[in-house]
């Protein structure tokens, strides 16, 4: 049985590793176009100095899985097109690509580990009094602004956007917000525009669905992410499953929270598919968010199952430590397969 993850993102990564120690005979490759496997939810603290955001993809995964470095130029039935012209046939596909990082030209997307390590080089480079300006005020936005202003003082921190922490409940926005002043951040409400004088700027808004999926011609939603039942795999090939930014699953949003729980119930339903049995229809509860804003302080916000904020949330140093211990859980689910969640809203 030969099984092919891929991407090796979080969801990509759960699933490998989940397959692996579920199907001791199969034959599991992993594809990825990058040997690194990139911490995303640490990305803003490579790009402020204040932490790394990569490690070696071989030591995340099961030594059982053969790693195969590689950009995929399309799916089809039954063989990946790889970029340098080769090819790779599987019996049951895992698709887990991710998404896609455009930015205009001149700034630098933080979801991207490239664009991330060249917005560090710039910034190191950067004298006291130049000026960086963050573009989105979604999460990504407010902990790449927090940390750069943390880490750099010196320099004058802008953060543009139409509004900021919108996901957030208004009080736990409103705290946001005054420590982002704390830090004499620039809070800029409006629509970026590309003539807006800066020495670095940051791109931190939501990224596009890869281009593959449309390329190959599986069935897409409208933002070309892969159509997918109730049990992750794809309408248009039964062949394939679908996870993460990559997959149009229904009531999920796009994050990390989500990414590792569908690795995992990829992998059991590809398992049962191969025993005969009826998939498990994937159900999850989103728990809160959390945002660091700064390596030393944070806003962590509960939600109700179906992601809507309460009024509970909690800020400061205990949320800094609570986030931190978050993304080493994220991490910890990625290496072992293990990602527990609650079940969905009815």
Not at 153 to 178: H, K, M, N, W, Y
Request: aromatic residues 4%; glycine residues 10%.
């Amino acid at each position: 049985m030969r099984i092919v993850v891929a991407g090796a993102g979080y969801a990509g990564t759960v699933a490998a590793n989940r397959l692996a120690r579920k199907l001791t005979d199969a034959q599991i490759t992993v594809v990825n176009p990058s040997s690194e496997f990139v911490e995303r939810v640490r990305l803003h603290e490579l790009i402020a100095g204040s932490g790394t955001a990569t490690r070696p993809l071989r030591e995340v995964l099961d030594d059982r899985i053969e790693l195969r470095i590689a950009a995929i130029e399309k799916v089809g039935d039954g063989v990946l097109t790889l970029a340098d012209g080769q090819s790779l046939e599987y019996d049951k596909l895992v698709y887990a690509v991710g998404s896609s990082n455009h930015a205009p030209e001149g700034t630098y997307p933080v979801g991207s580990l490239d664009a991330a390590r060249a917005a560090h080089a710039k910034l190191a480079e950067l004298d006291g009094g130049a000026t960086v300006t963050v573009v989105g005020g979604g999460l990504t936005g407010l902990e790449a602004a927090s940390e750069v202003a943390t880490e750099r003082p010196d320099l004058t921190v802008r953060i543009v956007s139409d509004e900021f922490g919108a996901s957030l409940s208004s009080s736990a926005r409103q705290r946001v917000l005054d420590v982002l002043r704390d830090l004499d951040i620039d809070i800029v409400t409006g629509e970026w525009t590309s003539d807006e004088p800066a020495d670095l700027t940051l791109w931190a808004v939501a990224g596009q669905a890869h281009e593959l999926a449309v390329r190959s011609g599986l069935a897409t939603d409208p933002a070309g992410r892969v159509e997918v039942g109730a049990c992750l795999r794809s309408t248009s090939n039964p062949s394939v499953y679908a996870i993460g930014d990559s997959a149009a699953v229904a009531g999920a949003r796009l994050s990390c929270q989500a990414a590792l729980p569908q690795g995992a119930a990829a992998a059991d339903n590809l398992v049962r598919d191969l025993r005969g049995e009826a998939g498990k229809p994937f159900s999850m509860s989103f728990v809160g968010q959390n945002v660091s804003l700064g390596r030393k302080n944070g806003v962590i916000q509960s939600a109700h199952r179906n992601d809507v904020p309460t009024k509970i949330w909690f800020g400061g140093r205990p949320a800094a430590y609570l986030k931190e211990r978050v993304c080493r859980g994220a991490l910890w689910s990625a290496r072992t397969g293990r990602a527990a969640s609650i079940p969905g809203p009815k």
